[in-house]
């Protein structure tokens, strides 16, 4: 009985695993018409529903930009910038991306003025 209910484990733990998305460790660089990256931008992932986090200044790369884990797929990738007050307009821009296997991967967001 101890093997039955053992391999009644295993199994319901593989089929767990099994429907486990993969994720990509990615690079987001979101940049302005002039092609420098924006610090402080926000990046959202498929129509605005679940944000991924803020790009800050890394000092491995030299640049501003986002790091983290994406599940692997086909995603639409979108980054809003508030802008500076009375100096820079907000700006906004998206990107469709299709995140597969090799990591890093680096994905630049163009953004446009609002």
Known sequence: MNIRKASLV???ALLLLANCAAATRCMIFVEDEYKMTINNADIYLDNWSHRLGTT???TAI???CWIGD???GEHMLYAKWAGIPRSRPPHEGS??????GRSPQRITIVT???
């Open 62 to 64: 030299g640049r501003n």
């Open 56 to 58: 800050s200044y890394n």
């Open 95 to 100: 990107a469709l991306v299709n995140i597969m």
């Open 10 to 12: 295993l199994l319901v």
């Open 70 to 72: 994406i599940a692997e």
């Open 112 to 114: 446009h003025r609002v």
